[in-house]
């Protein structure tokens, strides 16, 4: 309902026009007010909400365009219609110049006057829900604008591109005190308790609770920005307030030293704390900061948690060799290919238990296990001609957004998990024709991984399982995409490359456990495929063991 206002010095003008308003029974109309001056307008429009008002131009003491302009001091929003029994150019220009609504020539036809309620109780409406979507969403930003400085701040981190312009508006917009090029402190924590029983929910009120510790130690003395990296680390960047920047690393350190303290007194958890020593430039800076944050938590994996220290420079880590067990054959791929699924699992298993004592030595080892291990996914994967996403779901989002932040224990959860989506996907699809020839492929696949050093053949491999060997090449190449003879050879150049890095075994020693009866012809094939001889294959070796 809205409120209508008429204002007229001559009373049975007014009075005509309200009534012609209550008795036309438009149902969107409410209180119908009246006033013989803009003195009295001006007193009803203090003590009532109103949101039209109609007035004549011609009053005395003050004018209808007058009473608009006092009004308009007030309120924007108010509708105002002029009255005139007069065409005057200049007052219809006043009136534009005021935003009136309308200019309406006297005597008032009934018709132009309901006309002209309608169409300005149409705008009110639309403006009301303008202004209540408006209100909704500077609602909804302020419950979101938490999540939204946690994910903006955790993009800046991880080093993803912005251009100078976006980022101060973005800053501006969340209503940060940082700046580009601010110099600001860096720390970061990671809870060192054992989360694999939590559900996210539970994981993300923990982080919750404890990045709220940390910003209420440390606000009265800093700007603070933290974000969670992931379900572990937290990482906070701090800008010293204004006159409180001389000694900002001395009382950072004591503070983060109170935030390990009361974190465990509250919540029970134990966290470990790295802060980087000097200042670092916003936000350029942000990523080398975590990385060394990140390198001191990974280094003290298998150590005592409870870690309090300040990072400067760390040596740079040194590799010590290849994960063995990543490489060593039957590969992932190949063991997920074959539905082997029992020992996919167990690959997967010596992969991480190696892992593990390697996590510690180089951020690379992780990465280098995550690109096999998600390149072996999308492999099988996309010869069940499906995508990735398809196969794991949800597990597919988390790999694309987080797997540059994960710790072992989330890496580990995410591959297992992604491995159990594949293995259970794959047998549910197995009735029908398709599974006829797969499982061929497979009994194929898995008779050369155990006759792997013997002399094979096709038609050798043709009489064991019982099928011409023209049929038997056919089959195996509409369902693998490659030839039989062409993977024989995979297979055996992969074991040999094993054998020529591990053992000791001569030359001609491992032709013959590869199923090759000269070690002259092994030679050649060996060449072809890497480039190089055994032995110069073995020497380049010698000094990565």
């Not at 604008?145 to 903006?152: C, Q």
């Not at 919750?208 to 992931?230: C, H, K, P, R």
């Not at 790999?399 to 794959?426: G, N, P, V, Y």
Request: net charge negative.
């Amino acid at each position: 309902m809205i409120s209508l206002l008429i204002v007229d010095d001559h009373p049975h003008q007014a009075d005509g026009i309200a009534h012609i308003v209550t008795e036309s029974g438009l149902p969107f109309i409410g209180a119908v007010y009246k006033a013989y001056s803009a003195k009295e307008a001006l007193e009803c429009f203090a003590a009532h909400r109103v949101d039209i008002v109609i007035t004549d131009i011609r009053m005395p003491e003050m004018s209808g365009i007058e009473l608009i302009s006092r009004i308009r001091e007030s309120s924007r929003q108010v509708k105002c219609v002029l009255l005139s029994g007069y065409a005057e150019f200049e007052y219809a220009q006043r009136a534009m110049e005021l935003h009136a609504s309308k200019y309406l020539m006297k005597p008032v036809k009934d018709s132009e006057l309901l006309d002209t309620l309608h169409k300005l109780h149409g705008e009110i409406m639309t403006e009301a829900n303008r202004t209540q979507m408006y209100q909704q969403a500077v609602h909804a930003m302020r419950v979101h604008t938490p999540l939204i400085r946690e994910a903006f701040l955790r993009d800046l981190i991880e080093g993803k591109a912005i251009l100078r312009r976006d980022l101060e508006r973005r800053l501006q917009a969340l209503e940060l005190p940082f700046t580009a090029g601010d110099e600001v402190l860096f720390f970061a924590i990671q809870l060192e308790d054992d989360l694999s029983g939590y559900n996210g929910h539970d994981k993300a009120l923990i982080s919750y609770a404890v990045g709220n510790i940390g910003e209420e130690l440390l606000q009265d003395s800093f700007d603070v920005w933290y974000t969670a990296m992931n379900d572990r680390i937290i990482a906070f960047v701090l800008k010293p307030r204004e006159n409180k920047g001389l000694h900002a690393a001395d009382r950072l350190e004591r503070r983060a030293k109170e935030f390990q303290r009361s974190v465990y007194r509250y919540l029970k958890h134990m966290i470990s704390v790295g802060i980087v020593s000097s200042p670092v430039a916003f936000p350029d800076e942000l990523n080398e900061a975590s990385h060394k944050s990140r390198l001191l938590f990974r280094n003290r994996e298998d150590k005592v948690a409870g870690l309090f220290a300040i990072i400067s420079e760390l040596p740079q880590p040194k590799l010590s060799g290849l994960i063995d067990s990543l490489y060593q054959p039957p590969s992932l791929s190949n063991l997920m290919e074959i539905g082997r699924w029992e020992e996919a699992y167990e690959k997967l298993r010596d992969i991480f238990a190696e892992l593990e004592h390697k996590w510690t030595d180089s951020p690379e080892y992780a990465q280098e296990a995550f690109f096999v291990i998600a390149g072996s996914f999308q492999f099988v994967s996309h010869k069940e001609g499906k995508q990735l996403v398809d196969m794991i779901g949800p597990l597919y989002a988390s790999m694309l957004e987080k797997h540059t932040t994960w710790d072992l224990r989330s890496f580990r959860d995410w591959a297992f998990k992604s491995l159990q989506c594949i293995a259970e996907l794959a047998e549910e699809q197995k009735p029908g024709y398709r599974s006829t020839t797969l499982s061929l492929a497979q009994r194929i696949q898995q008779y050369i991984e155990r006759h792997l050093n013997e002399d094979l053949s096709l038609p050798l491999i043709a009489e064991e399982l019982g099928f011409h060997p023209a049929y038997l090449s056919k089959v195996y190449k509409s369902e693998t995409g490659q030839t039989l003879s062409d993977y024989l050879l995979k297979r055996r150049m992969e074991h040999a490359a094993v054998l020529l890095r591990k053992t000791d075994s001569k030359i001609y020693e491992v032709a013959e456990q590869t199923g090759y009866q000269t070690a002259h012809y092994f030679i050649k094939l060996f060449k072809n495929y890497y480039g190089v001889t055994p032995q110069q294959f073995r020497q380049g070796q010698s000094g990565k063991r």
